[in-house]
């Protein structure tokens, strides 16, 4: 079972800040741009039309630096370097803005007429309901604005109650708006630190599922690295590296069944280390198995062709598989091994026919018409091999 992680406070609160960056810098800088052109269109018969573009303008390069920083904080991932100092930076813009907004409302309301004022007003309600939607994810953030923006407007109405009579009204419609707004903020604020801690520990998951896949991948690599080695151990002679019993008996017993199919010949040379016995009491045990990691050389340079195996079958006998070879080969491949045993001149003092190490061979070629048993073929070879070494050893029998 995979431990699914929980996304820690200072995660989520990084994570609020870069949602609140990327969805909410556009959408909200877009509403209040929008609100202030609209402002400039609602005001110019009552206002100065300079005084109109020095409100706008302001707003504007407000909206602008807010955007860039953003921007900036996005690209220079400040919300996991510095969250809380980006966090006091976002508050600071957020309450300039609502102040703007709320400032404005009171400057203007007094010097146009009530139904200008209440369309001002529903316009800045409209920016904070809009606000809402893409601020809430850092709370502070939207509250800041909605306690800068309507809050103020509401206790203005509220104070100012005897010099217009829908104040109180207003007064407390507003408040009850801020209220009701602070009620949902709390709510969607809930859902949406939900849904980023949902989102981040699927995120984390997905990538531990991706981490355990490579880990299993590897394994399996390594498992596959593992049988491979542990067949070669299985098949492979430790000394010499050449093919063991097992193998020789699994490649014949193809062999034969490849003959049998094909019509074919097939030809097997068994070699025996004359006087190996003597070789070990002489030079011991370590120079021994050198000999026969020297013979091993040799008969895998021996063995060119195709399809042929060369095994060592046990103690210092040594198998040559040789596929489609008729009985001319097999002798010439046989003379061929005597001819490079004797060119490496290997020292052997206690030898009954030689001052060095020699080989004695037994060759046996057939045609398989028949289920033949490797054995029985080994055997033949073998009682060629128990002839060459009757008749005097360092010798070549064909059967």
């Not at 209040?32 to 005001?43: M, S, T, Y």
């Not at 146009?112 to 004022?117: D, G, S, Y």
């Not at 939207?142 to 109405?157: A, C, K, N």
Request: hydrophobic share 50%; with cysteine; net charge neutral.
């Amino acid at each position: 079972m995979i431990y699914q992680p929980h996304i820690g406070d200072d995660e989520l609160f990084a994570a609020q800040l870069e949602m609140l960056m990327q969805n909410g810098r556009v959408a909200s800088m877009s509403s209040n741009f929008i609100a202030a052109l609209a402002v400039v269109a609602l005001l110019w018969p009552y206002f100065e039309l300079t005084q109109l573009l020095l409100w706008a303008s302001m707003v504007l390069i407000l909206l602008l630096l807010r955007s860039l920083h953003m921007s900036n904080a996005l690209a220079e991932r400040a919300y996991q370097r510095d969250p809380r100092r980006l966090f006091w930076r976002l508050i600071f813009g957020a309450l300039v803005t609502g102040a703007i907004w709320s400032v404005t409302y009171i400057g203007v309301a007094p010097r146009v007429p009530l139904t200008i004022q209440y369309v001002l007003l529903l316009i800045i309600v409209l920016i904070t309901t809009i606000s809402l939607a893409v601020m809430v994810v850092v709370r502070e953030y939207f509250l800041v604005f909605l306690f800068t923006s309507l809050f103020p407007i509401g206790w203005w109405s509220l104070v100012h109650v005897w010099e217009q009579p829908h104040n109180l009204l207003v007064g407390l419609v507003l408040l009850s708006v801020c209220t009701l707004l602070l009620v949902v903020s709390n709510w969607i604020h809930g859902s949406f630190r939900s849904m980023i801690s949902l989102s981040w520990e699927r995120e984390a998951m997905a990538r531990e599922l991706g981490e355990l896949t490579g880990s299993l991948r590897d394994r399996n690599r390594q498992l596959k690295e593992a049988r491979r080695q542990l067949t070669d151990l299985a098949n492979i002679d430790e000394l010499t590296g050449l093919g063991n019993r097992r193998l020789v008996n699994h490649v014949l017993r193809q062999e034969i069944n490849r003959a049998r199919r094909n019509g074919g010949e097939l030809s097997l040379i068994l070699i025996d280390v004359d006087y190996f016995k003597l070789y070990n009491d002489t030079y011991g045990h370590p120079a021994g198995d050198d000999v026969l990691r020297r013979l091993g050389d040799i008969l895998a340079k021996a063995t060119s062709r195709a399809g042929e195996v060369a095994g060592r079958y046990g103690g210092e006998e040594f198998i040559l598989i040789l596929p489609g070879a008729g009985a001319a080969i097999a002798r010439r491949t046989a003379e061929r091994l005597a001819e490079l045993v004797h060119e490496e001149n290997i020292p052997h003092r206690s030898s009954g026919n030689s001052d060095r190490v020699t080989v004695s061979q037994g060759i046996l070629t057939v045609a398989p018409d028949g289920d033949i048993d490797p054995i029985n073929l080994i055997d033949a070879a073998d009682a060629a091999l128990y002839q060459a070494k009757a008749e005097g050893r360092n010798r070549i029998v064909a059967v």
